[in-house]
């Protein structure tokens, strides 16, 4: 088992900046690929980032592109999303998510392909 535990989500104005950490335990191993999911009130779940262990496959949906970035530290078992220039329409619960293989770009975005995911972490934009 692997258990994702998120931080560092809160209450931030448009245009300002978050720093959203994931912290992983267990097997590890099994985290091949670690991506972000968010959902907003009344929403489904939608895709926001992902990655590889080793960096080289990395995604994101267009709407954050430019904006977040995603990241890990393999030696520490963590995943970061840096959000930067924040709109009202980020405002969501987001989720941290580990997949133990290595998702390419037609399924990465596909949540059903992760098998371990945090408890969410929400951030809020305001206007």
């Known amino acids: 088992q692997v258990q994702l535990v998120e931080s560092g989500g809160g209450l931030v104005q448009a245009g300002g900046s978050l720093r959203l950490s994931c912290a992983a335990s267990g097997r590890t191993f099994s985290t091949e690929t670690m991506g972000w999911f968010r959902q907003a009130p009344g929403k489904d779940r939608e895709f926001v980032a992902a990655l590889s262990r080793g960096g080289g496959n990395t995604y994101y949906t267009d709407s954050v592109k430019g904006r977040f970035t995603i990241s890990r530290d393999n030696a520490k078992n963590t995943v970061d999303l840096q959000m930067n220039s924040l709109k009202p329409d980020d405002t969501a619960l987001y989720y941290c998510?580990?997949?133990?293989?290595?998702?390419?770009?037609?399924?990465?975005?596909?949540?059903?392909?992760?098998?371990?995911w945090g408890q969410g972490t929400q951030v809020t934009v305001s206007s």
């Open positions: 998510a580990a997949a133990a293989g290595l998702l390419y770009s037609s399924v990465y975005a596909d949540s059903r392909r992760y098998s371990y």
